[in-house]
C-alpha cells in the first residue's frame, strides 16, 4: 500500500480524467481503490453495446447513457464517499485554462489525436502535468508531460492517419483496403450522400472520352427506372464500364495484373425477383438488413461473387426503397448495418475484378469503420501504470517519472518497459515556440487554404487568430462584430499577397488559438512552383515535425481518422493480419531516441538534435541507478525521423 | 458447424476482442472453466478480465468472511453491511462478477479452503487421490493465490501436482501481490499450440516445470541477472511458512529474522547475499498490503496469460512473471531445471 505521504498527497489531490471509455473505466476504479477523493472526468460519448466488453463499469441497460455519468454513478457503488465528477460534454468545448489551472495533474484515456494535441496545450498553458496514455489490442503505453521537464505531446511526431493516392484508389488498387476506401468515399459518397461533393469517381488522368455532365446523370436515378434496373445500371457502370475505360490504357498495365470487368448478366443471369420475402416483413427503416433478406446469417463468412453481388443490388434496392429520406445526406456510418453491407459487398466485387482476396463482413467493417481491437486487461495493466505515475507527480517525485511500454513479446524478458522520459524537443513548436517556416505561392494561394490545410489540419488549431503585426487577417469567435465577419469572410477568398496586410516574402504570420491558449509564428517564403505530385497542396511546411509519410502520397484521399485508443505508433488500416513481426519495431521506433534523457540533461554537451552522428547506434543507456547490472539497450533509429524531417 | 457458432449477441458484444484472438479463440474460451482460490484485490481484477473476455464459467473458492480488512483493494466488494454482512467472500464476489457478464456461469464452490486442504494434505486416510482429481478435472485452469493456512509453497505444490496427474492438462498459475511488488508464476505443462508467422503456420512446444521443480532449481544454477525479487519472494515465504503465518502477516520487527534466514538459504545455495538486498526485504516485510495499481496490472497480465493458454493463441509466458513499481519493470524470468529451461 502507499506510504503515509504517498497517502495524503492522495487524498488532497484534485485530479482530471479525460475519457471515460476502455482506459477511463479501469482508470476511475483504480484511481477510487488507491485512495483518490476528488476526480473530475470528462466524455462525450454515449455507451454502445460493443463498448462492454471491456468498459466494464457499464451494462446493456445503460446503452444509449453518458459514458460520464454511469461510471461515476458505477464507482461510487464501492466507494460512496468521494466525489467524482462528471461532464458529458467534448473536452475541445467548454474547458479553458482556468478550468485546467484547478487540478493537480491531468489523466488521458482518449482516443483520437485532435483532443490528445488538445489537452496538451491546454496543459501547457496551465502549467498542469499531463499523463497520456494509449492502448491498441496487447499493446499500450503511459508517458508522462511536464513543461520545461519533459518533453510534451507533441514533441515527438504523431503519425497522420494513412491516406492513399488517387490513382491507387480510383486506378489501380493493390490492396483490399483500397477497394473498401473506394466503396465507402467514393462509390457510397457518390450515390448517398452530398450531391455535391466533389469526387474523384470516374476520374481517369487520360480520360477525355467522358466528359463531367454524362458521368453525372449515370449515378442518378432516372424518372420511373425500376429500382432493379438502375441497380444493374450502377453495378455495369462501375464494375463493368468504367474497368473497360482503365483498360483501353495500356500504359498503367504494363507492369500490372489488368483487372477484368464484370457484368451483372453473366453473375447473375435471371433477374432480382421477389424471391426476397423476408424484408417485407414490416421492419422499422433503422433495421434493413441485405444479409438478412438474403439469409446471409454469418458476417465472418466471405461471399462469394455471387453473394456479394446480390448483397450489392439487394443494399442499394433496400437503400432507395426503405431509407429513401436519407439519400443525399449519409455518410458512411460503421454501425449503419445496410452502410457496411453495401461497402463490403462493392469493395468485394471491385476486389474480385483485380485478383485481391475478397474480405468478411466482419472484416471490412473493421477495415471501414477503422474499428480498433481492444481488451480489457491491456486497459487494466495501463490504468495500473497511469495511478503509479501520478502518484510520482503528485509528490513531485522528478527524477523517476517513466514512460512505461506495455508490450505483446517480450524484449529482453520485459513485458513492461519502462524508458526515463526526454527533455522537451527544442524545436517544438508547440511547447518551445520555435517559429515555422511555410514556402507558399504568395500570389496564388488563398487565405482560405492556408487555414484549412495549415492552421487546422497540421497544426491543430480548431478557433484560430491569424495576424500580421497588429493587424488580424482573420479570427473566428461568438463576439465579432458584423462588419468583422464580413472583412474576414472577404479575406478567406483572397490570396495571401492581396490581403488588407499583404503577406508575402518575409512576412511573419502570429497564429493562435485562443481557447489552447497557444501561439506560434510562422515565416512566410515566396515560392513560384510546386510539384502537383509531391507537394499537392502548393505549400511546404518546415519545422513542424511530421511523422515518415507513405512514399506514394501524392494528392491523398484522405481516409477518416482512427476513433479509437490507438497508440499513435499503430494507427494503420492495412487490415493486416499479420502484425508480430512489425510490432516490436515499431514500438522501438516509438521512442527512437532522439533527445537527451532528463538524467543527461545536466551534462554540459550541447544537445543537437539535428546530429544523427551524435547519437550512436545501440548506445547502452541506464535505467536503475541502484543496480550496474541492468542494462537496457535501445537502438536509436534516427535515420528514419532525420530523413524525413525538414529543415 | 450449427451450434459450435458464436451466437448473434456474442458476436455484437465480443466485437472489439475477436478481432484481437478471433472467433476460434472466442469459442474456446466460452467453453472453458476456471476455478479461482482466493480472492484478494489482484484476483478480484484477474476474475473481472475474463469474465468479459467470456469464459464459459468461473468458480470462486474463498470462505473467509468478509471484513473491513478485504475491502480497500477489492472493487467487487460494495461497502454496505446489508450487501457482504455473514457472507463469504466468494458469495460477495460472485454477485458482483455476474453483473459483468450475463454468459459467463460464476459460481461459488462451498468446500471450504481448509477441507479442501485437508483433503489434499492428506486426511487421515491418507488417500486423497480420488477426490482430488474429481474436483480439479472439471477444471482448464486453476488460479491459486494463497490466503490463510501459513503452508503457502506445501498448499501450492500439491495442487499443482493434482493438476499436473490427470490426463487432462489443467493450467496452474499462482499470484501474490505485496504492496509495490507482484509474482506470478505459470505451469502449462507440456504445452503445444500454433501460431502464424508471416503466410507460414509454425508448431511451437513448451515444457513447463512444476512449481516444485521450479522453486527447487538451485539458486546457483540460474542465470546472473535473475530478478533479485524471485529471491526476495522465496525468503518471504519459507519465513512465513517456518514461521506459521499467514502470507502478509510480518512487519519490520521480523527483519532480523528474515536476514538470519536470508544468510542461510544463500549459503545453501551458493549465492551472494548482496543479491537479495537489504531494502527490498524490507519493503516486502513492511509494505504488505494490496496495492490497487499493482493489483490492476498483476491481475492484467494473468488474465491475458489464461485467456492465451485457453485459447491456444499467443505465446505464453515461462515461467514467472515480476514487477516491481519501484523500477517499473515488468519481467520474464524462466526457472528451470536443465531439462526444461528453453
Known amino acids: 500500500m502507499a506510504s503515509q505521504e504517498q497517502l495524503s498527497a492522495i487524498k488532497r489531490a484534485k485530479v482530471l480524467m479525460v475519457g471515460a471509455g476502455g482506459i477511463g473505466c479501469e482508470l476511475l476504479k483504480t484511481l477510487a481503490l488507491s485512495g483518490f477523493q476528488d476526480i473530475h472526468i470528462i466524455d462525450m460519448d454515449t455507451i454502445e453495446v460493443s463498448n462492454l466488453n471491456r468498459q466494464f463499469l457499464f451494462r446493456q441497460s445503460h446503452v444509449g447513457q453518458s459514458k460520464a455519468k454511469v461510471a461515476r454513478d458505477a464507482v ?54 499531463l499523463v497520456e496514455s494509449g492502448t491498441t489490442g496487447f499493446l499500450g503505453q503511459v508517458t508522462v508531460h511536464l513543461k520545461g521537464k519533459t518533453e510534451c505531446y507533441e514533441c515527438q ?13 480510383t486506378s489501380t488498387p493493390s490492396k483490399f483496403v483500397h477497394c473498401i476506401v473506394w466503396a465507402k468515399d467514393l462509390l457510397f459518397a457518390k450515390l448517398f450522400g452530398d450531391k455535391n461533393q466533389e469526387n474523384d469517381l470516374n476520374v481517369h488522368s487520360s480520360d477525355t472520352a467522358n466528359s463531367s455532365e454524362h458521368s453525372e446523370d449515370v449515378f442518378e436515378c432516372r424518372k420511373d427506372e425500376d429500382i432493379e434496373r438502375y441497380g444493374r445500371r450502377i453495378y455495369d457502370h462501375v464494375f463493368g464500364h468504367n474497368i473497360e475505360v482503365a483498360l483501353s490504357n495500356e500504359e498503367t498495365w504494363k507492369n500490372r495484373n489488368k483487372p477484368r470487368p464484370i457484368y451483372s448478366k453473366d453473375v447473375l443471369p435471371e433477374e432480382q425477383t421477389k424471391e426476397n420475402g423476408n424484408e417485407e416483413k414490416g421492419c422499422a427503416a433503422d433495421d434493413v438488413s441485405a444479409m438478412v433478406s438474403l439469409s446471409l446469417k454469418n458476417p465472418q463468412d466471405i461471399w462469394s461473387l455471387v453473394e456479394n453481388s446480390r448483397v450489392f443490388l439487394e443494399a442499394l434496392r433496400l437503400f432507395f426503397l426503405k431509407r429513401e429520406k436519407d439519400i443525399g445526406n449519409l455518410t458512411f456510418d460503421k454501425d449503419d448495418q445496410l452502410a457496411v453491407e453495401f461497402v463490403t459487398a462493392a469493395a468485394n466485387i471491385r476486389a474480385s475484378s483485380f485478383g485481391i482476396p475478397l474480405h468478411s463482413l466482419f472484416e471490412a467493417k473493421g477495415i471501414a469503420g477503422n474499428i480498433v481491437h481492444a481488451v480489457a ?45 526526454y527533455e522537451p524537443n527544442r524545436s517544438c513548436y508547440v511547447c518551445s515556440e520555435t517559429p515555422l517556416s511555410l514556402e507558399v505561392n504568395t500570389q496564388r494561394c488563398k487565405l482560405r487554404d492556408f487555414v484549412e490545410k495549415i492552421i487546422k489540419a497540421k497544426l491543430g488549431m480548431n478557433f484560430p487568430l491569424i495576424m500580421q503585426g497588429a493587424s488580424i487577417l482573420y479570427e473566428v469567435g461568438e463576439d465579432l462584430e458584423e462588419d468583422m465577419v464580413v472583412i474576414y469572410a472577404a479575406n478567406l477568398e483572397k490570396a495571401l499577397s492581396e490581403l488588407p496586410s ?78 508480430e513481426i512489425q510490432e516490436t519495431s515499431e514500438v522501438v521506433e516509438a521512442f527512437a531516441g532522439k533527445k537527451r534523457k532528463l538524467s543527461e540533461v545536466s551534462e554540459v554537451t550541447a544537445p543537437d538534435p ?12 541506464k535505467l536503475d541507478i541502484d543496480d550496474e547490472d541492468d542494462e537496457l539497450i535501445i537502438s536509436d533509429d534516427w535515420e528514419s525521423f532525420t530523413k524525413k524531417k525538414k529543415l | 458447424m450449427d451450434g459450435e457458432e458464436l451466437t448473434e449477441q456474442e458476436t455484437a458484444l465480443y466485437d472489439r476482442q475477436i478481432r484481437v484472438w ?69 458469495e460477495v464476489c460472485c454477485d458482483s462478477l455476474k453483473e459483468f457478464n450475463p454468459m459467463v456461469h460464476v459460481a461459488v464452490e462451498t468446500v471450504p479452503l481448509q477441507v479442501v486442504n485437508l483433503f489434499l494434505l492428506g486426511g487421515p486416510a491418507g488417500d486423497i487421490s480420488t477426490f482430488g482429481v474429481e474436483f480439479f478435472e472439471k477444471f482448464d485452469a486453476v488460479i491459486i493465490s494463497c490466503c490463510s493456512l501459513g503452508k503457502k509453497v506445501l498448499f501450492q505444490k500439491l495442487i499443482n501436482q493434482k493438476c499436473r496427474k490427470l490426463s487432462k492438462r489443467v493450467a496452474f498459475y499462482t499470484v501474490e501481490c505485496r504492496g509495490s511488488c507482484g509474482e506470478m508464476f505459470v505451469d502449462l505443462q507440456d504445452y503445444k499450440y500454433s501460431k502464424k508467422k508471416l503466410e507460414e503456420t509454425i508448431e511451437c512446444q513448451i515444457e513447463y516445470p512444476s512449481f516444485e521443480e521450479a522453486i527447487s532449481v538451485p539458486w546457483r544454477a540460474l542465470p546472473r541477472r535473475v530478478s533479485k525479487l524471485y529471491f ?54 513492511t509494505d504488505t498490503r494490496e496495492f490497487p495499481p499493482v493489483c490492476a496490472i498483476i491481475g492484467g497480465i494473468l488474465g491475458q496469460e489464461v485467456i492465451k493458454a485457453i485459447s491456444g493463441k499467443g505465446d505464453p509466458l515461462k515461467n514467472f512473471f515480476f514487477f516491481d513499481a519501484m523500477d517499473g519493470k515488468g519481467l520474464i524470468e524462466d526457472i528451470s531445471g536443465p531439462s526444461t529451461r528453453s
Not at chain 1, 162 to 168: D, F, G, L, R
Not at chain 1, 391 to 412: A, F, G, W
Not at chain 1, 506 to 518: A, N, P
Not at chain 2, 247 to 274: F, H, Q, Y
Open chain 1, 76 to 129: 461510487l457503488r464501492f466507494r460512496p464517499n468521494i466525489s467524482i465528477t462528471p461532464y458529458h460534454a467534448n473536452v475541445e468545448s467548454r474547458f479553458n485554462v482556468d478550468f485546467f489551472k484547478e487540478f493537480d495533474v491531468v489523466l488521458n484515456g482518449l482516443d483520437n489525436l485532435d483532443a490528445r494535441r488538445h489537452v496538451n496545450r491546454l496543459c501547457l498553458a496551465a502549467g498542469i502535468p
Open chain 1, 157 to 169: 511526431p504523431k503519425p497522420a492517419p494513412k491516406t492513399y493516392p488517387v490513382c491507387t484508389i
Open chain 1, 377 to 421: 486487461t491491456t486497459n487494466a495493466i495501463i490504468a495500473g501504470l497511469i495511478v503509479i505515475e501520478a502518484i510520482k507527480v503528485l509528490q513531485k517525485d522528478n527524477n523517476n517519472y517513466r514512460m512505461t511500454y506495455c508490450l505483446e513479446h517480450p524484449s529482453r524478458k520485459l513485458l513492461l518497459m519502462p524508458v526515463e522520459p
Open chain 1, 502 to 579: 499583404p503577406v508575402t516574402s518575409g512576412s511573419v504570420l502570429t497564429v493562435e488559438d485562443l481557447q489552447q491558449e497557444f501561439s506560434c509564428s510562422i515565416n512566410i517564403k515566396h515560392r513560384e512552383e510546386f510539384d502537383e505530385e509531391k507537394e499537392p497542396d502548393g505549400m511546404l511546411l518546415s519545422g513542424w515535425v511530421e511523422a515518415p509519410v507513405d512514399k506514394d502520397n501524392n494528392k491523398p484521399i484522405g481516409n477518416d481518422e482512427s476513433t479509437s485508443n490507438a497508440l499513435p505508433s499503430m494507427e494503420t488500416l492495412d487490415g493486416d493480419k499479420d502484425d
Open chain 1, 610 to 621: 539535428s546530429g544523427p552522428s551524435s547519437i550512436n547506434q545501440n548506445k547502452p543507456e
Open chain 2, 22 to 90: 478471433g472467433a476460434d479463440a472466442q469459442r474456446r474460451l466460452s467453453k472453458s472453466h476456471i476455478l479461482v482460490c482466493g480472492l484478494k484485490g489482484t484476483v478480484a481484477e484477474f476474475c473481472k478480465n475474463i469474465v468479459l473476455a467470456g469464459v464459459g464459467s468461473v468458480t470462486l473458492v474463498d470462505d473467509r468472511v468478509v471484513t473491513d480488512e478485504s475491502l480497500p483493494a477489492n472493487f467487487l466488494i460494495l461497502p454496505h453491511e446489508n450487501h457482504y454482512n455473514g457472507k463469504t467472500l466468494a
Open chain 2, 232 to 285: 526476495a519472494m522465496r525468503v518471504i515465504e519459507q519465513f512465513e511458512d517456518v514461521e506459521g503465518r499467514n502470507p502478509g502477516e510480518t512487519s519490520i520487527a521480523d527483519r532480523l529474522g528474515v536476514l538470519k534466514l536470508r544468510k542461510e538459504l544463500c549459503e545453501t545455495n551458493s549465492l551472494d547475499e548482496s543479491q537479495i538486498p537489504d531494502a527490498l526485504l524490507e519493503r516486502l516485510l
